[in-house]
């Protein structure tokens, strides 16, 4: 699909959808409880589904209801790890990297005889050094480094070592799976823990679940640093309703321009105090030197004179790409550093933030693992691809709105992705934009 955009500035007031990390990690924990759980989600999208499909070949009950979910468990008997005795699950994670290394712990520990598929770039993204631990522990994974990817044999309780700086992905599917376990385990992780706010949103879903996670972060002195996860064997208690929270990732699309148009965006039915580390984007914001407004659930920013800065992204990947859509119009220079991790995203996005933001005309390089963005007062237009990412995509949506020219998108249907009211929203918002056929 092109996205057709005549660059208009936008402004409005939105209401934020379901938070994906959120809704992955509530739906997991509700279909591995000892009750049914209704979740209230007032949105979903192709990777909130793909873990839906993934529980559900595993044997629980996901209905769709009014407003959100209604998870019925899967039945006791493969909670127990019978379910190798009872079928062969295919669980297909579609192109949700979440869903993936979340789903093969959890497999794993339960004991399920699986075999995981996947598309787009998902079978290229990293699981080592998650799939090395799942074997030492028991497992065996046949089929690493693409898809079809087959599991047997149950995980043993115990400790499980990682590092900090490959995917917190890794840790939270460990530590999802952990309570299903015979035993108390440790999960070590060696080094700084980066995108470290993923990981509080996972223990805050299990200790809505009724599970507690321990944790001991020790600093030597010689420098290093280890964090040790305790988790007990324990069960899922259901809180019987759970409810998914806005989404801060996505609503940063809209606050970001804000700061870039002529008249203030409002994101309605965020938390303030969620435990995502997206909300960040709020910070930066300020940082750029936009004006920002919060109120009990909602933020709002304003346009002002905009300023570049620096800024590390170890714990943000995914504001990456709209931050420096506002980088390429602020004055001065940005430096956005740690960026190593956004090459193994759905696309490798360190190259194909630099490269579509050049398409449109901002001046952006790459340096090692930074992005150095200088300032341009407009941007010129064009055509760019999304790389099939949903944040490619909007991102040059957002960039459109500061162009002279038109701009196409093409593969603009990756934003099915994580956010598919996402050009239904831009429309609301006053942006022109004609979605045609390739
Ligand atoms: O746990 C999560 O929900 C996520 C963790 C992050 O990945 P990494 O930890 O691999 O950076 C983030 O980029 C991804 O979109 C969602
Ligand atoms: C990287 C992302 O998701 P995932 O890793 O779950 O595919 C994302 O949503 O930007």
Redesign the pocket.
Known sequence: MIAHIHPTLLSGTIPAIASK?VA?RLIIVAALANGDTHIKCNTTCADIDATIRCLTALGAKIDAVDDGLMVKPMPKSVAFGLLRALHHATLDCGES??TLRFMLPVACALGAEATFIGSGRLGERPLSPLSEELIAAGCELEGLGGFPLKTSGRIRPGRFELPGDV???YI?GLLLAAPLLDHPSEIVVNGRI??RP?IN?TIQAMQTFGVDVYVDRRTPGDGTEVTVFTTEDDTYRTPHEATVEGDWSNAAFWLCAGALGRLPIKVDGLSLSSAQGDRNVLAALSRFGARIGRSTDAAISRPDKLCGFEMSAKDI??LVPIIAAVASVAEGRTVITDCA?LRI?ESDRLATVAKELSNLGAQIQIKRDALIIDGVPQLIGGTVDSHNDHRIAMMAAIAASRCENDVYIKGAEAVNKSYPLFFDHYQELGGMVELTQE
Do not use: I
């Open positions: 990390s992955h990297g979440s995917s917190s992905q939270t980066e995108s993923y949103l990947p995914d991790r995203k």
